[in-house]
């Protein structure tokens, strides 16, 4: 494959030099007492960006396996779980508690959409036996920010557990674990932290503690009991690499200062949307105050062909972004601007998009798409 591309797809995400340079580090014993150190360090570094004091377990292996140890650790068979579905990721939570023989009640809202609050309340008021309750922060297939602060005071009023997706936005918005009432929060090294895919991170609350401690798990890998009771907070190999890369990625956003990470995403998420509106674009979200901090979605305009589009942004330009999933193939378009992203590459890719879409017959004058980029 050709080197010279420019990815921005909502993750994997472009990694910085100073981390491969990390990574590319001796491989350390990983039961040595200086790997052990390092990888323990992590750990506790991470409850800065998760913003808790609560218990925080690097893994080995993408998001999707946080997920996975959230559910698997904390529910049996038959256990009712509200999942609460507006994207192709909420929808995976929902797979994974069937996947674990769990009883779904299912709060599902068109993509694109919000989330009605009063919905989450009238559910858990109507069968208190919900053991737990699953959501995503930024649901990256459709762009939208979902309100988690506002469900976890209704979710923290009752015995249910406030299981949260924060893959997305980890790093990249703002995610107060322990102020909003996560119990559990899974989150992945390719996006907003910037590292390349394999490592995931799970944040674990005393609440789920109580629950994981009375349950009895049917996961191996992912047993949450076995993270605990290490002493190497890993029970397994440790992905060693992927810590060298960590440690670099931590401070780098050290260096930064978290909130000007936070506000570089912002920055740029507010800039990506004016460019497209500027091409005359409409965004996917509904409401465009839960615009995602970390991925930008826009609708492709009628009688242009979403997936040419992608299409020949890659092929001619270099420049990678995401389509839409499921049901939205071919409808919108994806821009990820996460971790080591600038408005440099912000620039180009909305530039590139413009001549692409005049490509394909768009109407469309190419001067004005620099003026809200530079503004920023």
Avoid at 140 to 155: D, L, M, Q, W, Y
Avoid at 325 to 340: A, E
Wanted: net charge positive; glycine share 8%; charged share 25%.
């Amino acid at each position: 494959m050709n080197e010279d591309f420019l990815l921005m797809i909502p993750g994997p995400i472009p990694v910085h030099p100073r981390i491969f340079r990390a990574m590319s580090m001796k491989i350390m014993p990983h039961r040595g007492e200086e790997f052990n150190k390092l990888f323990m360090e992590q750990s506790e570094r991470m409850k800065k960006i998760f913003k808790t004091k609560n218990d925080v377990f690097l893994m080995a292996g993408s998001g999707t396996a946080a997920m996975d140890a959230a559910i698997a650790n904390i529910i049996q068979p038959g256990d009712k779980v509200l999942c609460i579905t507006s994207g192709k990721f909420g929808e995976r939570f929902r797979d994974i508690v069937k996947a674990y023989k769990g009883t779904v009640v299912e709060l599902k809202y068109e993509w694109g959409s919000s989330i009605n609050i009063e919905d989450v309340k009238k559910a858990l008021e109507k069968d208190p036996s919900i053991k737990a309750v699953t959501m995503v922060h930024n649901e990256t297939s459709t762009g939208v920010r979902n309100p988690v602060a506002e469900i976890g005071k209704i979710v923290r009023s009752t015995k249910a557990l406030l299981v949260v997706d924060t893959i997305s936005s980890l790093g990249g918005d703002n995610i107060e674990v322990d102020n909003w009432g996560i119990d559990l929060c899974a989150s992945g090294s390719q996006k907003c932290i910037g590292l390349p895919p394999g490592m995931c991170f799970i944040s674990v609350s005393q609440r789920a503690w109580d629950v994981i401690e009375k349950t009895d798990g049917t996961c191996y890998y992912l047993n949450l009991k076995k993270y605990k009771n290490n002493k190497y907070k890993a029970p397994y190999t440790q992905p060693v690499s992927m810590t060298y890369g960590l440690k670099e990625a931590l401070d780098i956003i050290d260096e930064y200062g978290l909130e000007n990470w936070i506000k570089k995403h912002e920055k740029l998420a507010k800039a990506t949307r004016e460019a497209a509106k500027t091409l005359g674009l409409k965004l996917f979200p509904q409401d465009e105050t839960t615009c995602s901090n970390t991925v930008t979605s826009i609708k492709v305009p009628e009688g242009i062909d979403g997936q040419e589009l992608v299409k020949l942004m890659r092929e001619n330009h270099g420049i990678i972004i995401a389509g839409g999933q499921d049901h939205l193939k071919g409808k919108i378009i994806r821009i990820g601007h996460m971790g080591s992203i600038t408005k440099k590459e912000i620039i180009v890719t909305m530039a590139c998009l413009q001549m692409t879409l005049k490509d394909l017959g768009y109407k469309t004058e190419l001067a004005p798409i620099l003026n809200p980029i530079s503004k920023i």
